[in-house]
């Protein structure tokens, strides 16, 4: 089955192929010819993820699928949330996407703080056959005092999942894929596709 994934994230269309499998030939923006910067709009994760997969029915016709991840830290009310990949951007010195400056960041916000709980929260919108679903997958966890490891990508480094003495970014990624947020939204997805096969 050949579905496409509303990303040109190479990092995130790697972690989900894996996932998937080989029953799922998942292609991304850049495979059907589209160089458009998506806009992602919405004030929550499932508004961005929505907003991603119909540009992408409405501009080229194909069921896909999109995601939006937030990191929701609870001594910041949620922030950065739907703004994570931009926080440094919108809240910080105007960094554009840039993964050190999201995480220096969120460190100095956090530096006098001693509750460091937080929680990755993915949404997955999927347009299929005329329907629109969600997926949801949340991983629980802290944010540790600085970056270690050296895998993974984004907040990797400072983001310990819940029941594991180590930081993302230190796990493979089958590893990660297995406890992670786009982990287990993901396989929520499989199950359902799987379902209609």
Do not use: W
């Not at 790697?14 to 030939?25: D, S, T």
């Not at 292609?27 to 994760?45: M, Q, R």
């Amino acid at each position: 089955m050949k579905i496409v994934f509303a990303t040109n994230n190479q990092h995130k269309l790697a972690e989900v192929r894996q996932i998937l499998g080989e029953r799922f030939e998942v292609v991304g923006l850049k495979d059907i010819g589209c160089d458009e910067d998506i806009p992602e709009t919405a004030d929550t994760l499932e508004g961005n993820a929505l907003q991603k997969a119909r540009y992408v029915k409405e501009h080229y016709g194909l069921d896909c699928f999109a995601d939006d991840t937030g990191l929701e830290v609870v001594a910041l009310n949620g922030v950065p949330g739907v703004h994570t990949a931009r926080y440094a951007e919108l809240f910080g010195n105007g960094f554009s996407h840039d993964s050190d400056a999201n995480m220096n960041l969120l460190l100095h916000n956090l530096e006098k703080i001693t509750d460091r709980s937080a929680r990755f929260r993915t949404v997955i919108a999927l347009l299929y056959q005329g329907q629109e679903l969600f997926f949801e997958g949340i991983c629980p966890g802290t944010i540790l005092r600085e970056q270690h490891g050296t895998e993974g990508f984004g907040y990797d480094p400072i983001f310990q999942p819940e029941g594991y003495d180590r930081c993302f970014a230190e796990m493979t990624a089958d590893e990660k894929n297995a406890i992670s947020h786009r982990g287990r939204a993901t396989q929520k997805l499989v199950e359902f596709l799987k379902n209609e096969m």
